[in-house]
């Protein structure tokens, strides 16, 4: 997975609105403290417990305020790495004034979507904390708004076109990183449940709360986009992709065909697919049940073979 450290290039406005968000919600966490002890000992006690979402709790003010608090340090750090890299991107695109509007309309939306969905009817958790879900809504609106801005992040592992690297710091696209967050996101969800490991499902409901606004917000021509709209962008690949197959086909004598034997589009058709019987294999394997083993063991068996099989396919197209 990775960790976003800063968005490439200089922004047209300094990002007061996102620095305020991480310093108001740093000084939360110096102040009243967190559910867990902190380093220095400080544990949140019944201020901080008025603030979290308690489902079941009629406290509608708590949809907001749950957002600003956080479980511990590496809870708060993560968040704060996220949003001072994708806050800075919406606001680059809508201004300090309308990032807080977003927000508190995120928040809220958020807060009563789960409230409504989790409580009494789900084996859920007992109250959510933290800016996750807003935070993820703000991606979904980076996705939509800025897909090919730039932006610095630090890979535990980084796939390259043709190799792996580890422990590496690249830049990538909004676009691809949005992407790649939500599919782990979504494995997580399959292999853990989705209240474990993050609470995958809180983060999906943000990310669509935050799709829903990001489009409305385009309607509604309250965005800048500069024609660098995900709209704009998947059209303008499509139209270069196209352009360049035609060129192939047209020319007997292109590298293209000496060098791969194969049109472009479905040459990169082979390690998507092997990537993804690698994904699938690993979901297969991960969902091991201890109250059904045998049927667990056919299932890791049949995942393993996936994984293996999927990578073999990777690996031969690397070699090609």
């Known amino acids: 997975m990775f960790i976003p450290l800063r968005p490439d290039g200089q922004s047209t406005s300094r990002p ?55 479980s511990n340090e590496l809870h708060l750090i993560f968040n704060m790495l996220f949003l001072g890299t994708f806050g800075i991107v919406v606001e680059s695109r809508i201004g300090w004034k309308r990032l807080l509007q977003v927000w508190l309309t995120v928040a809220l939306l958020t807060g009563a979507i789960e409230s409504f969905m ?27 708004w800025a897909p090919g801005r730039r932006v610095q992040v630090f890979w535990f592992f980084g796939l390259h076109l043709r190799s792996v690297r580890y422990m590496t710091v690249q830049s990538h696209r909004v676009g691809w990183l949005v992407a790649v967050y939500f599919v782990f996101d979504m494995l997580n969800a399959l292999m853990f449940g989705w209240f474990g490991g993050g609470s995958a499902i809180l983060h999906l409901i943000g990310a669509a709360v935050g799709t829903g606004v990001g489009v409305l917000m385009m309607r509604l021509r309250w965005v800048r986009t500069d024609g660098e709209d995900l709209w704009s962008t998947i059209r303008s690949d499509i139209d270069d992709a196209r352009a360049y197959q035609r060129r192939v086909d047209e020319e007997p004598d292109h590298p293209f065909h000496k060098t791969r034997g194969a049109t472009p589009l479905r040459h990169y058709a082979q390690p998507v697919i092997g990537c993804f019987l690698v994904l699938a294999g690993i979901v297969m394997v991960m969902r091991f049940d201890g109250n059904a083993i045998g049927s667990s063991i056919v299932r890791s068996v049949l995942g393993g073979a996936l994984a293996l099989g999927g990578g073999l396919i990777y690996r031969h197209w690397t070699l090609q």
């Open 16 to 70: 007061y609105a996102t620095l305020g968000l991480i310093g108001l919600q740093v000084l939360i966490a110096l102040v009243i403290g967190m559910m867990e002890p902190t380093i220095s000992g400080l544990r949140g006690g019944p201020l901080f417990d008025s603030l979290v979402l308690r489902y079941g709790v009629s406290k509608p003010y708590t949809w907001l305020t749950s957002t600003l608090v956080h």
């Open 118 to 144: 989790v409580s009494g009817q789900w084996f859920a958790p007992v109250g959510s904390l933290g800016a996750s879900g807003v935070i993820a809504a703000l991606m979904m609106m980076a996705l939509l």
